[in-house]
């Protein structure tokens, strides 16, 4: 994991999502529709703590997990910068998959944001969510984060010298059946995991979850500059009717494969079978 740890270190995730405020708002509409009106809640694999401020400023109690030091560092001075730090119960560098910090059923809601989109082996992935299901009270929300594996071959296929060394076809071909991608650039985005999106379902459902929800968190992207400036052009209020229509278009299962960015929304049950899916 360490080479995932040096991209977040240089990595600016919160940038990112200032980059890309619709994939926030997006997440933002479907886990306040979600959330229980109070309680703790655990933001696992936060980065730099953005929904987790924003929780914080709703009135929850938070718990703050991440494998990056300098990341959890960074979202602990933005909790006192922004007058939030009395929301906050903890702020620990926790690998996802052993939240030995934490108790279990102590959280109302948990989201994991991050950690599915780095973890290659399905034992690993497992472990992640069985870890996510202890800690969280029965009846608790769950919201995870997934990558898309369609939407990554066709950006493969439209951006080859962006997603090296997904720029031939044997590699694209290998990649389809594998969802595994190791960026051959120093530096880029690797050591990732990308699902087929008919799997994200079963796979929580395994693991001891209702689902209530599959969205794509940024549909949007489809748009590419020369569309946003044209609707840019024409005035805020037409920037926000398409805000609020790529909102309502989310939770459409015909959009999702136009997402590269997918979130879960889940319930936990009171007990399931572990082990892995076959």
């Not at 992640?128 to 296929?157: C, N, P, Q």
């Not at 395994?206 to 599959?214: D, H, K, N, V």
């Not at 609020?244 to 997402?259: C, E, F, H, K, R």
Request: one cysteine or more; charged letters at 25%; glycine letters at 6%.
């Amino acid at each position: 994991m360490s080479n995932i740890i040096n991209y977040y270190q240089r990595f600016d995730e919160w940038g990112r999502l200032d980059r890309e405020p619709i994939e926030f708002q997006v997440n933002w509409h479907y886990i306040k529709k979600h959330m229980p009106k109070n309680g703790c809640v655990l933001d696992n694999g936060a980065g730099p703590g953005k929904y987790s401020m924003e929780l914080a400023k709703e009135g929850y109690k938070v718990t703050l997990t991440d494998l990056t030091p300098k990341l959890v560092e960074i979202a602990e001075n933005k909790a006192k910068e922004l007058d939030l730090i009395e929301q906050f119960k903890g702020f620990y560098v926790s690998d996802a998959r052993e939240l030995n910090k934490l108790e279990d059923n102590q959280f109302e809601a948990t989201l994991m944001l991050g950690p599915m989109y780095h973890l290659q082996e399905e034992n690993d992935r497992i472990k992640a969510v069985e870890e996510l299901y202890r800690v969280t009270k029965k009846d608790g929300i769950v919201f995870v984060a997934f990558m898309s594996r369609i939407r990554h071959i066709f950006s493969s296929l439209i951006s080859p010298e962006n997603w090296k060394p997904n720029d031939n076809m044997d590699s694209i071909t290998q990649f389809s059946q594998t969802g595994c991608f190791n960026h051959a650039d120093d530096g880029r985005f690797t050591g990732a995991y990308y699902i087929n999106i008919d799997e994200i379902k079963p796979f929580m459902e395994a693991q001891g979850f209702e689902t209530l929800e599959l969205i794509g968190s940024n549909v949007g992207a489809i748009l590419n500059n020369e569309s946003w400036n044209h609707w840019r052009d024409k005035g805020e209020k037409e920037v926000e009717k398409i805000i609020n229509l790529i909102i309502q278009q989310a939770a459409d299962p015909y959009t999702l494969g136009v997402s590269s960015h997918l979130l879960y929304v889940g319930r936990k049950k009171d007990s399931h079978n572990n082990g892995m899916l076959k």
